[in-house]
T-cell receptor
Framework: AQSVSQHNHHVILSEAASLELGCNYS??????LFWYVQYPGQHLQLLLK????DPLVKGIKGFEAEFIKSKFSFNLRKPSVQWSDTAEYFC?????????????WGLGTSLAVNP | GAGVSQSPRYKVAKRGQDVALRCDPI?????LFWYQQALGQGPEFLTY????????KSGLPSDRFFAERPEGSVSTLKIQRTQQEDSAVYLC??????????????FGPGTRLTVL
């Protein structure tokens, strides 16, 4: 069965620190990859996505992610976090097989940024 | 423009009651998805519609769960004879269908169901 693994469940950083959140998936075929963010009290919002092309994708608020096919990974990065980045971050994968359109999700990473 | 809306935002049900959760997708979006998110977990897929056709219901956990989208717009997720393990946030998402399958799902605020 397809699965998504997020390596860090809780991360605490100080402002201006660099961030990297790991995401690995288990599926050998073509995939669409997503990072979603959920700020406190708000709904899930798309941070960035990869469908094809350049494996380094840039999203909103200075976030980026790199798709490494050989490692089945799609890690999220930000060079300098802000207090406002405090949120829950979810990695999600869609296996592009047949008519499959469902997203398989990781457990999420809770990020707390101290001012 | 208006995003995905869901109602009610909160629902408390006694065990054994039936509940109905509503989702209004983004106008013009032909694809609609339901997910269940338990506390401390990531969302889990329940079912998917393309217009009024339910193309994938592989994630529905039991025959107590039923979803419909009769006119290809608003969708209702119904849970019969609710159990405590049904307590979760139920998320709805919509997307504009693309033939190359490169579509993005946009999420509503969710309905938090608590079964006592």
């Amino acid at each position: 069965a397809q699965s998504v693994s997020q390596h860090n469940h809780h991360v605490i950083l100080s402002e201006a620190a660099s961030l990297e959140l790991g995401c690995n998936y288990s599926y050998g075929g073509t995939v669409n990859l997503f990072w979603y963010v959920q700020y406190p009290g708000q709904h899930l919002q798309l941070l960035l996505k990869y469908f094809s092309g350049d494996p380094l994708v840039k999203g909103i608020k200075g976030f980026e992610a790199e798709f490494i096919k050989s490692k089945f990974s799609f890690n999220l990065r930000k060079p300098s976090v802000q207090w406002s980045d405090t949120a829950e971050y979810f990695c999600a994968v869609n296996a592009r097989a047949g008519n499959n359109r469902k997203l398989i999700w990781g457990l999420g990473t809770s990020l707390a940024v101290n001012p | 423009g208006a995003g995905v809306s869901q109602s009610p935002r909160y629902k408390v049900a006694k065990r054994g009651q039936d509940v109905a959760l509503r989702c209004d997708p983004i106008s013009g979006h032909v694809s609609l998805f339901w997910y269940q998110q338990a506390l401390g977990q990531g969302p889990e897929f329940l079912t998917y519609f393309q217009n009024e056709a339910q193309l994938d219901k592989s994630g529905l956990p039991s025959d107590r769960f039923f979803a419909e989208r009769p006119e290809g717009s608003v969708s209702t997720l119904k849970i019969q004879r609710t159990q405590q393990e049904d307590s979760a946030v139920y998320l709805c998402a919509s997307s504009s269908f693309r033939e190359n399958k490169a579509d993005t799902q946009y999420f509503g605020p969710g309905t938090r169901l608590t079964v006592l």
